[in-house]
């Protein structure tokens, strides 16, 4: 980030934030500066004490493995001075060899006392065996083989291999070539009597007789227990984890029982300890570790100890964490002084921010009190004066408002009613040019009912019920003028009769499906007005069998009744309705409305609307 940009940066920061990060530089780069020395010298010091330490711990674990082997190999010497382990080896290498002569040749008599025989062998070595498993801790199991791979031992707790034939191949390429001196084998994988996988490593040795001619082979198991004590200590003071590997880079022995009898010959760890003792670093699995190792001089196999640095260092995290804390508690103190002093600079001009919100979400009710007369008292009264000329602006406009619908209601009250009056004289006059009798009084009765409900009070709101009343009135004057010509049919629940809706909605619908859409060719007009409930819904369907609208000019008509004027071609045909509609649009401002308008030619138009329903409307049916 250049300069450019972080001044920036800061500059666009609250004032209280600008005061807190400088302060805080000013306060922790000191402190942080001291912490950190503090906690390098302290992370040295406890890292150098810790493999000074671990190292002595490698050396004694090793001391421990040889003296261990070292017993192992003593072990394995037994038999040498055992007659009883001789004999009996002899004796099983004769027997074995006769048997093996006397399968090869047909009708030899079969060796008597067969089975006594064995069993007399397998005494006499495997109770040997019982002895030296005896002598000292630490020996899994011992077996004895003769010359023909026959095996004897004695089962121990832990069990014993099932692949004894694969070990014994093994174990006697790895003494061929020895002159009865004891060899030892890595760590192997095995399966025991007990159904469970086992490893071990092997001190194997060659049985002589007093001639010195080789008679068998001895096999000494280790117990993996012993190790894993030692082991485990060592991984428990240096939070490690811990290995053991032979000069070939074969594992002897893992604590996580993980690579056990693998090779690690292209590992990193062994190919880096490739001195006596000593550390180094390395990273493993993503984690940096410590590696300290150490060698056997008697049979150079390595214990290599690898320690997490976060775990190295954790008392050192420690002594960081505390001192951390001890500064962010000082640096707070400081902050907290500062906060105070910061707030009572920036809280009035904050109030004077969420106040400004309120205005833009359109609460003008809203006053700055001003306590001091400096520079954010001297805003806030300009901020007050701003406000008071917003509203009376605001208040003066809607006034404006009120009146313009106002009016637009009045010319449109006032263009409704002249154009109904003056169809209504014209039936009366014909009627009575015609008829000279009772007819004509009862039209003036008709049309004086027409005519104080339709100039009453603007503003008066009615019952759907008195709509439907006047329609009714409406209809029967025209059959007046038209005998029968008309036939009024009226479908709606008694409930929706309370409806409140203003004047003249239905009878201008009606009116103008009167004298623009009536068939000539049919005798009498069908003028049907159904009204249903739809949720919070009211729906007012008028519908005619009238001669209905070709398609041009229903289109027109629909889009007339969206505009404010009326379309060229209109005529008259579309009066009442924009008039209606715009009676209905100016009411219903703020609540739903619709108009629609369906019409074929030659069957006729239906007009739906569709208003609001109020609270209250409808209790009736609810309650049923």
């Not at 409806?499 to 499906?513: M, S, W």
Request: no cysteine.
């Amino acid at each position: 980030m250049s300069l450019k940009a972080a001044g920036a940066f800061f500059g666009n920061l609250r004032m209280e934030r600008k005061l807190f990060l400088v302060f805080l530089l000013l306060t922790a780069l000191p402190l942080t500066f001291i912490g950190y020395i503090t906690y390098n010298n302290y992370s040295r010091s406890l890292e150098e004490k810790t493999i000074l330490f671990s190292t002595n711990m490698l050396d004694s674990m090793m001391i421990r493995i040889d003296d261990y082997i070292e017993d192992m190999v003593r072990i394995s010497s037994v038999p040498a001075y055992q007659d009883e382990i001789r004999q009996n080896l002899m004796r099983s290498n004769r027997y074995y060899e006769q048997r093996g002569m006397s399968d090869g040749q047909s009708g030899s008599e079969s060796i008597p006392d067969e089975f006594n025989l064995l069993l007399s062998i397998q005494r006499g070595i495997e109770g040997n065996i019982s002895f030296i498993n005896g002598i000292k801790r630490g020996a899994n199991s011992v077996y004895i083989f003769d010359q023909y791979g026959n095996v004897y031992y004695a089962a121990s707790s832990v069990g014993v291999r099932l692949n004894l034939k694969d070990s014994y191949r093994l174990w006697l390429d790895s003494a061929e070539d020895s002159s009865g001196e004891a060899r030892l084998i890595s760590t192997q994988r095995y399966i025991s009597n007990l159904q469970s996988e086992k490893h071990a490593f092997t001190v194997v040795r060659k049985i002589f007789d007093k001639s010195l001619r080789p008679i068998g082979l001895i096999a000494v198991d280790a117990n993996m227990s012993v190790i894993e004590d030692g082991i485990r200590e060592l991984d428990a003071v240096t939070k490690g984890s811990s290995f053991i590997v032979d000069e070939e880079g074969m594992v002897v022995y893992d604590s996580n029982s993980a690579i056990m009898a693998t090779s690690m010959s292209q590992d990193y760890a062994f190919r880096m300890a490739a001195g006596e003792k000593g550390s180094f670093y390395g990273e493993k699995d993503g984690v940096k570790r410590l590696y300290m190792y150490s060698t056997s001089p008697n049979t150079k196999w390595k214990v290599i100890t690898s320690i997490p640095v976060s775990e190295l260092t954790r008392d050192a995290v420690l002594v960081r964490n505390v001192t951390w804390a001890a500064m962010i508690v000082t640096l707070l103190v400081a902050m907290l002084i500062s906060f105070f002093m910061a707030y009572a600079l920036t809280n009035p001009l904050r109030k004077l921010m969420r106040l400004m919100k309120s205005v833009r979400e359109g609460d003008l009710d809203v006053q700055f009190q001003v306590k001091y007369r400096d520079e954010i008292g001297q805003l806030g009264n300009q901020f007050n004066r701003m406000i008071g000329h917003i509203g009376q602006l605001i208040r003066d406009i809607y006034h404006m408002e009120t009146k313009k619908k106002e009016a637009e209601l009045q010319a449109l009250q006032n263009q409704i009613n002249p154009h109904f009056m003056y169809n209504t004289l014209e039936s009366i006059r014909m009627t009575a040019e015609v008829n000279d009798d009772q007819d004509a009084a009862d039209m003036l009765e008709i049309l004086g009912k027409l005519l104080r409900y339709g100039i009453s009070d603007l503003h008066e709101e009615v019952t759907l019920g008195d709509e439907v009343h006047h329609v009714r009135n409406y209809v029967q004057l025209l059959n007046y003028r038209y005998p029968g010509r008309f036939r009024l049919t009226i479908d709606i629940p008694p409930e929706l009769l309370h409806y409140p809706v203003i004047k003249l909605v239905l009878q201008p619908i009606v009116e103008n499906a009167v004298y623009h859409g009536m068939d000539p060719e049919k005798p009498i007009m069908i003028i049907g007005i159904d009204g249903r409930r739809d949720g919070q819904v009211v729906v007012l369907t008028m519908s005619d069998d009238g001669i209905g609208m070709e398609r041009e000019r229903l289109d027109a008509l629909k889009t007339g009744l969206q505009g404010e004027r009326s379309p060229e071609g209109w005529g008259s045909g579309g009066i009442g309705l924009r008039n209606v509609n715009e009676r209905l649009k100016l009411h219903y401002e703020r609540g739903y409305y619709e108009m629609a308008i369906n019409s074929r030619p030659g069957e006729g138009t239906v007009i739906t609307l569709r208003l609001p329903l109020y609270d209250g409307v409808g209790e009736e049916e609810d309650k049923a």
